[in-house]
């Protein structure tokens, strides 16, 4: 039965604020985008069309496909208000610049929600123009196939739509929606959907040009409706000469009703596109009274228009009447709801070319009013394109630079195209303004010293004031990206603190309207101290910056900020708390709908390696690959040596140790990095030291380590390890002594120091120490599940475990082949019955014993005095009835205590 809800009807539900949602990049979304257009008085309703329209939704896509004006918009418009259909109309207008994918599905997700069809929380809004998570259609595609009944999206002006992207991400939801969506498509132009897959499965239908085109009996009515009676003849030759042609019969229409003799007019009309903008241009433009012609001239030049900024235009206040009048009369201008129009595409171009013939130099001089009208009214995007097409970059500059938009360069929606364009920007353009957009756009593209040279031009010979408040905290904002880049931490704390104190010249309302200028900036500050290792600082800079609330620029600040923040968790030895961090960040960009190709890659890296500690090394090239698809890979100096780190350990893994060094020793400088990284420098030494024990030459590891400098915990395990390797146990504890025990805590340096004294004990001929020692080692690494410390560890690992299968049984998440072929544990059928329940504390004190730690160490452990472990070991055997610590284990086991 069809759906009579509100939910169902085009009209129903329609916001009555024309601004219903901000896009992630800031702009506004016009519900207008969302309206069914209206029908005018003249239309010409045809049963056979709306028939088709009906009878295609037994199909997924309808496609209505014709030349411009052949009236497809009007004609599904009319079907879609009047026609009985299975579910709710959703109507999207295309514009240019739709083409985006980001812009795309953004504007599809809001026009779903603007007809009140629900949606899922994990489809999320795209954050870019240029791309889009390709798991959003496929999201969108499962709710929607869920549904009772189907949503009827129509896609109206789709010619638009020129993107490979876009086209296959649209064909995947038509395809993976089932039976919760029909879609209508209207173009002038063939959609670059796969149309001879949908014809041979007969999931189309299809309405063409011939389709569209009036018969002599609607030509007929359409005349009579404009108020003109002709003969028979005269219809048949029309509609014949025109071809029915819908544009062509109402210009015909509407040209003769003026006519004294109407039939010999329309029989002396000569068709043709050139005649067709003569007819326009004489016949139409100059039937109008001055005042409608002039403003039809001079909104020529805008893609929509507002009857005030019509009034900006013309000068005058009459812009609501005539635009209204237009409207009525159907004279090439579409209402779009709440005051705003648009004329007909081709009726503007050929009034473009009027206007500059008849008024030379007025084209000018009218963008510059539009981008003045649309900058008082919030509108900066479209502001800064009509002020650069009159040729003012100065003051387009100088508005990104007071509104405090040079965020909108660097992340969001607008980026791409702010950049492209601000690309345009002749060189003689200049002022501090100018200046800090190419410091910008500079930046964006990983260029530090051109940009900083840009900076200095900003800042120049003219006085400190001259570019005002904003401009200067611009300029602030934009050292310290630069400083990120350039790896310097002072400088950007200098930067930050000089931006931090302009913040407060600046008026509160308009620092408020660009939260993400503040996250971008603790972003880049956070970063350069990571780079510097100011692991304190750094993470409270980046947790600062992840609390910044405002849009998706800002959420692609937290997402960078938080993939850093488990960075620093995985440098400090904590992959559980890096893990987390690393998640949030991936869960962040897709929350907000960040592309892929936008990801800053420390997240997916962060994962990676933690895989790879994990022996999962399926899952870290999986990660690997994700990260070096993000927006850092190649530029980036985290990321750069994360990802040559993380190549070099899978290669290792895959024993091509050569191959391993080529790729630390080419992430040694990495540009644009000035200063180096002493972490970074660490982490490649620490690589190639395992390199050079991979290939056998312990001396050289020893000697890497001791040129790349460092006394961290983990260059005391590595030496140790080459120590080892060369045959000296002693050597190998003495260098882990030197160590404070704090600093040996963290999980992923714990599990490796305790695996070294293990075997340095083995071949020190102490193996009861060797088994406590690699108990130990087992239990800190069975919270993280780091099996690949005891992969690399050696055989020596496998053989302790034969001797002792004991100490396996609780750690099934080891590597199969090193528990392959250990005994089985008892039956526990045959263990004897708990004569009482274990205590918390005694429970505590058996899983210690089970970890081989002795009596001191579990008191210490605890916090107990010794003769109170004794108490309670006591207490265990008796219980257990055991007689020795061994077997109280093995029985604990048996009865799955342990």
Same mark, same amino acid.
């Given at each position: 039965?069809?759906?009579?809800?509100?939910?169902?009807?085009?009209?129903?539900?329609?916001?009555?604020?024309?601004?219903?949602?901000?896009?992630?990049?800031?702009?506004?979304?016009? !519900?207008?985008?969302?309206?069914?257009?209206?029908?005018?008085?003249?239309?010409?309703?045809?049963?056979?069309?709306?028939?088709?329209?009906?009878?295609?939704?037994?199909?997924?896509?309808?496609?209505?496909?014709?030349?411009?004006?052949?009236?497809?918009?009007?004609?599904?418009?009319?079907?879609?208000?009047?026609?009985?259909?299975?579910?709710?109309?959703?109507?999207?207008?295309?514009?240019?610049?739709?083409? %985006?994918?980001?812009?795309?599905?953004?504007?599809?997700?809001?026009?779903?929600?603007?007809?009140?069809?629900?949606?899922?929380?994990?489809?999320?809004?795209?954050?870019? !123009?240029?791309?889009?998570?390709?798991?959003?259609?496929?999201?969108?595609?499962? #709710?929607?196939?869920?549904?009772?009944?189907?949503?009827?999206?129509?896609?109206?002006?789709?010619?638009?739509?020129?993107?490979?992207?876009?086209?296959?991400?649209?064909?995947?939801?038509?395809?993976?929606?089932?039976?919760?969506?029909?879609?209508?498509?209207?173009?002038?132009?063939?959609?670059?959907?796969?149309?001879?897959?949908?014809?041979?499965?007969?999931?189309?239908?299809?309405?063409? /040009?011939?389709?569209?085109?009036?018969?002599?009996?609607?030509?007929?009515?359409?005349?009579?409706?404009?108020?003109?009676?002709?003969?028979?003849?005269?219809?048949?030759?029309?509609?014949?000469?025109?071809?029915?042609?819908?544009?062509?019969?109402?210009?015909?229409?509407?040209?003769?009703?003026?006519?004294?003799?109407?039939?010999?007019?329309?029989?002396?009309?000569?068709?043709?596109?050139?005649?067709?903008?003569?007819?326009?241009?004489?016949?139409?433009?100059?039937?109008?009274?001055?005042?409608?012609?002039?403003?039809?001239?001079?909104?020529?030049?805008?893609?929509?228009?507002?009857?005030?900024?019509?009034?900006?235009?013309? /000068?005058?206040?009459?812009?609501?009447?005539?635009?209204?009048?237009?409207?009525?009369?159907?004279?090439?201008?579409?209402?779009?709801?709440?005051?705003?129009?648009?004329?007909?595409?081709?009726?503007?171009?050929?009034?473009?070319?009027?206007?500059?013939?008849?008024?030379?130099?007025?084209?000018?001089?009218?963008?510059?009013?539009? %981008?003045?009208?649309?900058?008082?009214?919030?509108?900066?995007?479209?502001?800064?394109?009509?002020?650069?097409?009159?040729?003012?970059?100065?003051?387009?500059?100088?508005?990104?630079?007071?509104?405090?938009?040079?965020?909108?360069?660097?992340?969001?929606?607008? $980026?791409?195209?702010?950049?492209?364009?601000?690309?345009?920007?002749?060189?003689? $353009?200049?002022?501090?303004?100018?200046?800090?957009?190419?410091?910008?756009?500079?930046?964006?593209?990983?260029?530090?010293?051109?940009?900083?040279?840009?900076?200095?031009?900003?800042?120049?010979?003219?006085?400190?004031?001259?570019?005002?408040?904003?401009?200067?905290?611009?300029?602030?904002?934009?050292?310290?990206?630069? *400083?990120?880049?350039?790896?310097?931490?002072?400088?950007?704390?200098?930067?930050?603190?000089?931006?931090?104190?302009?913040?407060?010249?600046?008026?509160?309302?308009?620092?408020?309207?660009?939260?993400?200028?503040?996250?971008?900036?603790?972003?880049?500050?956070?970063?350069?101290?990571?780079?510097?290792?100011?692991?304190?600082? *750094?993470?409270?800079?980046?947790?600062?910056?992840?609390?910044?609330?405002?849009?998706?620029?800002?959420?692609?600040?937290?997402?960078?900020?938080?993939?850093?923040?488990?960075?620093?968790?995985?440098?400090?030895?904590?992959? /559980?708390?890096?893990?987390?961090?690393?998640?949030?960040?991936?869960?962040?960009?897709?929350?907000?709908?960040?592309?892929?190709?936008?990801?800053?890659?420390?997240?997916?890296?962060?994962?990676?390696?933690?895989?790879?500690?994990?022996?999962?090394?399926?899952?870290?090239?999986?990660?690997?690959?994700?990260?070096?698809?993000?927006?850092?890979?190649?530029?980036?100096?985290?990321?750069?040596?994360?990802?040559?780190?993380?190549?070099?350990?899978?290669?290792?893994?895959?024993?091509?140790?050569?191959?391993?060094?080529?790729?630390?020793?080419?992430?040694?400088?990495?540009?644009?990095?000035?200063?180096?990284?002493?972490?970074?420098?660490?982490?490649?030494?620490?690589?190639?030291?395992?390199?050079?024990?991979?290939?056998?030459?312990?001396?050289?590891?020893?000697?890497?380590?001791?040129?790349?400098?460092?006394?961290?915990?983990?260059?005391?395990?590595?030496?140790?390890? %080459?120590?080892?390797?060369?045959?000296?146990?002693?050597?190998?504890?003495?260098?882990?002594? *030197?160590?404070?025990?704090?600093?040996?805590?963290?999980?992923?340096?714990?599990?490796?120091?305790?695996?070294?004294?293990?075997?340095?004990?083995?071949?020190?001929?102490?193996?009861?120490?060797?088994?406590?020692?690699?108990?130990?080692?087992?239990?800190? $690494?069975?919270?993280?599940?780091?099996?690949?410390?005891?992969?690399? *560890?050696?055989?020596?690992?496998?053989?302790?475990?034969?001797?002792?299968?004991?100490?396996?049984?609780?750690?099934?998440?080891?590597?199969?082949?090193?528990?392959?072929?250990?005994?089985?544990?008892?039956?526990?059928?045959?263990?004897?019955?708990?004569?009482?329940?274990?205590?918390?504390?005694?429970?505590?004190?058996?899983?210690?014993?089970?970890?081989?730690?002795?009596?001191?160490?579990?008191?210490?452990?605890? #916090?107990?005095?010794?003769?109170?472990?004794?108490?309670?070991?006591?207490?265990?055997?008796?219980?257990?009835?055991?007689?020795?610590?061994?077997?109280?284990?093995?029985?604990?086991?048996?009865?799955?205590?342990?």
């Amino acid at each position: 039965m069809p759906d009579s809800s509100a939910e169902r009807r085009p009209g129903a539900g329609a916001a009555a604020d024309p601004v219903t949602r901000s896009l992630p990049g800031g702009d506004p979304v016009l !519900a207008a985008r969302f309206a069914v257009p209206p029908v005018p008085a003249t239309f010409v309703r045809r049963a056979r069309l709306a028939e088709r329209l009906s009878a295609g939704l037994h199909h997924p896509l309808v496609l209505v496909n014709g030349p411009a004006g052949a009236g497809k918009t009007l004609l599904v418009a009319d079907w879609a208000a009047a026609a009985p259909l299975p579910g709710p109309v959703v109507w999207l207008t295309l514009e240019r610049g739709d083409d %985006a994918p980001g812009v795309f599905w953004a504007y599809l997700l809001e026009a779903l929600r603007h007809r009140g069809v629900p949606l899922p929380d994990d489809v999320a809004d795209p954050a870019r !123009a240029a791309e889009v998570d390709r798991a959003l259609p496929a999201r969108l595609a499962a #709710h929607l196939a869920g549904r009772d009944t189907p949503v009827v999206l129509v896609l109206d002006e789709f010619e638009h739509v020129t993107s490979p992207a876009v086209a296959a991400g649209l064909d995947g939801l038509l395809r993976h929606a089932a039976g919760g969506l029909r879609l209508v498509l209207i173009s002038r132009d063939e959609p670059l959907l796969p149309l001879h897959r949908y014809r041979a499965a007969g999931d189309i239908a299809e309405l063409r /040009g011939t389709d569209l085109a009036f018969t002599v009996d609607e030509t007929g009515v359409l005349l009579s409706r404009h108020g003109l009676s002709l003969s028979a003849p005269g219809v048949r030759a029309l509609a014949r000469r025109t071809e029915g042609w819908a544009a062509g019969l109402r210009l015909c229409a509407l040209a003769a009703e003026s006519a004294d003799d109407p039939e010999a007019y329309l029989g002396a009309f000569e068709a043709g596109h050139s005649t067709v903008a003569d007819f326009l241009l004489a016949e139409v433009l100059e039937a109008q009274p001055p005042e409608t012609q002039d403003l039809l001239l001079r909104t020529s030049i805008l893609e929509r228009t507002h009857t005030g900024l019509a009034d900006a235009l013309t /000068g005058r206040r009459d812009a609501a009447r005539i635009l209204g009048e237009l409207r009525h009369a159907n004279a090439f201008v579409t209402p779009l709801g709440h005051d705003w129009y648009r004329q007909h595409t081709l009726f503007a171009e050929i009034l473009r070319v009027h206007l500059r013939a008849r008024h030379p130099g007025l084209e000018q001089e009218l963008h510059l009013r539009a %981008a003045h009208w649309l900058h008082r009214g919030g509108r900066l995007a479209d502001a800064l394109e009509h002020a650069a097409a009159a040729g003012e970059w100065e003051l387009a500059a100088s508005w990104l630079v007071d509104d405090l938009a040079l965020g909108h360069l660097l992340a969001g929606l607008d $980026a791409a195209r702010l950049n492209g364009l601000f690309a345009a920007m002749p060189e003689e $353009a200049g002022g501090p303004a100018v200046e800090l957009v190419r410091a910008a756009r500079a930046l964006a593209r990983w260029d530090a010293d051109r940009g900083l040279a840009h900076l200095d031009r900003a800042d120049g010979p003219a006085p400190a004031a001259a570019g005002g408040a904003a401009a200067r905290l611009g300029g602030a904002f934009l050292r310290v990206l630069a *400083a990120r880049l350039l790896g310097s931490a002072d400088m950007a704390e200098n930067a930050a603190e000089t931006a931090a104190g302009l913040e407060r010249a600046v008026p509160e309302e308009r620092l408020r309207a660009h939260p993400e200028l503040s996250a971008l900036l603790l972003a880049e500050l956070g970063s350069a101290q990571l780079w510097e290792g100011r692991f304190d600082a *750094a993470r409270a800079s980046l947790a600062a910056a992840a609390e910044v609330p405002g849009g998706t620029a800002r959420a692609a600040a937290r997402h960078e900020s938080l993939g850093r923040l488990a960075l620093i968790d995985l440098l400090l030895g904590s992959p /559980g708390r890096a893990e987390a961090h690393a998640r949030e960040a991936v869960a962040e960009a897709e929350r907000c709908g960040l592309p892929p190709s936008a990801h800053s890659g420390v997240g997916h890296l962060v994962l990676a390696e933690v895989a790879f500690d994990r022996d999962d090394l399926a899952a870290a090239r999986a990660g690997l690959e994700r990260a070096a698809a993000g927006a850092g890979a190649r530029h980036d100096p985290l990321v750069v040596v994360g990802l040559s780190v993380l190549r070099a350990r899978l290669l290792l893994a895959g024993g091509d140790t050569c191959a391993a060094l080529a790729v630390l020793a080419a992430a040694e400088h990495p540009a644009p990095a000035d200063k180096p990284s002493p972490w970074a420098r660490q982490r490649i030494a620490l690589g190639q030291c395992a390199a050079h024990l991979a290939g056998g030459d312990p001396q050289a590891a020893v000697r890497m380590l001791s040129a790349a400098g460092g006394e961290g915990p983990e260059q005391a395990v590595a030496a140790a390890q %080459a120590h080892l390797a060369a045959g000296d146990a002693r050597a190998a504890v003495t260098a882990l002594d *030197a160590v404070p025990a704090g600093q040996l805590r963290p999980p992923a340096v714990a599990v490796r120091a305790l695996l070294v004294r293990a075997r340095a004990a083995s071949a020190c001929g102490d193996p009861a120490a060797a088994h406590r020692l690699l108990a130990q080692a087992l239990a800190a $690494a069975r919270p993280d599940r780091l099996r690949r410390p005891f992969r690399e *560890a050696g055989p020596w690992v496998r053989r302790l475990l034969q001797e002792r299968p004991a100490l396996a049984r609780p750690h099934g998440w080891l590597p199969r082949d090193l528990l392959a072929g250990l005994p089985r544990p008892d039956d526990p059928a045959a263990a004897p019955p708990v004569v009482e329940r274990l205590s918390e504390r005694e429970h505590d004190v058996l899983v210690r014993v089970a970890q081989m730690m002795s009596t001191d160490e579990i008191a210490a452990d605890l #916090h107990l005095s010794v003769n109170t472990v004794k108490t309670h070991l006591k207490s265990i055997n008796r219980k257990l009835c055991a007689t020795r610590r061994g077997e109280a284990v093995r029985r604990a086991r048996q009865l799955h205590l342990l």
